[in-house]
């Protein structure tokens, strides 16, 4: 039983290896694209605030080279400005599908509606800590109506949070680039920071529930000894599989 117990882990950390790889390269154009961006918000800023609509011409080019990327299969890319880029209109410049559509519309805005900007964890989490993030799964309703899993790069200019460049992964293509690797073992699955499931081989398991085990207030460290549990240390994912 142990050496079965080390075995099944050493093939979790070898999953997870080509899971943060996926992401590493999901991040990669996005990394790319900061020091133009930021570049072209100073030059644009230097009268000021700007609009929406002057945001979206800006960065319709840069958004539209990270979706042009063959390394992922990304949906949707763009850019969410802070109320310190964009003074009226919507700060969301977006572009999604294989037509490379504008998101036209949004709830977002100036005033009481930027409320619900700061409340989504792909832009909350990033202006908190600085840090890039992955969020989701997530049903997202503001653009692709599909389960979603979006990696957000936070700008910060001399100090200060000027929004995140994003890119969207639709989980059923995150299927088809990962399972093929996690069917290497039965029933392994993947989870976020909360106990999610984002992927898994485990019939008993499908995108959105929560692993079985994980309250409500926990997290997947709240698993006992009857599953093995390896967990990222560069993005909020685990590798859950039976002992």
Known sequence: MPQEMSRNSDVLTEML???D??????????????PELEAELRAELQGGAITGMQLAHLVEAGSHAILDTTERPLYGAGYCASEIVVSEGNPLAW???PERSLLASSTFGPGQAAIDLVRLEWYRVPERTGKRHVAGPFVDYLC???????SALPLIVDGEFWGVACADVLVHSLEGAM????AV?????LVNASGRVVISTDPDYETGDRYAGVGAEQNVAALG???????SEKYPFSLIIPA
Not at 179 to 182: Q, R
Not at 225 to 231: F, I, N, T
């Open 185 to 189: 073992a039965k029933n392994v699955t």
């Open 225 to 231: 000894d009857e599953v093995r549990v390896v967990s």
């Open 17 to 19: 290896a080509r899971v």
């Open 21 to 34: 790889a996926f992401f590493d390269g999901v991040f990669a154009p996005l990394e790319r694209w900061l």
């Open 144 to 150: 692709s109506n599909e389960i979603t899993i979006t």
């Open 95 to 97: 572009w999604q599908g």
């Open 179 to 182: 399972l093929a690797d996690l």
